[in-house]
């Protein structure tokens, strides 16, 4: 393998994690090679898919982030302050919901399943389900936004779902 490919700033001893794993399989499969001749190149292939296995296992995982400022703006939920400014910010975001969403997403929070909502409101349980799904995005954001608490281009950034006035 060559050194480039495995050797970088995040980690110096890469290439001698592959070839010990390189190693280990060989003496592990030792006992499967059917012809000794072909040892080289058997040994080589092994090598090789060893080695590309682990390049994609390291390009899968997450890398480190550094903390830069905008995270350290964030306000911190578990603060009592915070929570305050959050529920009052969810009080507001509540107020620009329709009355029928309104009252799906209290029903919601006081502990209703899906199907006694259905029941209760007239409404399909499809139906309960979608509009639970498409409020939910607009209370993340709507929150976020106003207690600052979501960094732009979050997941989630999304324009008010059908039925919710702006």
Known sequence: MPKADLCGPAGRFMDEDVTQLV????????????????????????????????????SCRPSTVAMDDGVQEIADPRNDGASAEI????????????PLDRQLVSRFVAGDSYGEIAQESGLSLASVKVRLHRVRPFLRDSVGQMTATRLPGMRGWRSAPVGIAA
């Open 87 to 98: 529920l009052a910010a969810l009080e507001i975001a509540l107020t620009r919901l329709s």
């Open 23 to 58: 190693f280990i399989k060989m003496f592990r499969r030792l006992s499967r090679l059917r012809d000794p001749a072909v040892f080289e190149s058997w040994l080589f292939t092994l090598a090789r898919n060893t080695g590309l296995d682990f390049l994609r296992r390291r």
